[in-house]
């Protein structure tokens, strides 16, 4: 978590553009932090599985 406070820090007085991408549904560690990084959610894409 200290990574991710100290890369807000740094980040919130700049006018730079930063993307995290192909991050899953379910890896909820990763997407806390974007969350708590004020990072905005354009698009999800699901992965379904199907026994054939």
Partial sequence: MLLFRRLHE???HKDIYVEANWV???NYLMNNA???LDFDLVKM???YEKKI
């Fill in 10 to 12: 740094v980040l919130a």
């Fill in 24 to 26: 899953l549904e379910d």
């Fill in 34 to 36: 974007l969350i708590n």
């Fill in 45 to 47: 894409y699901r992965v």
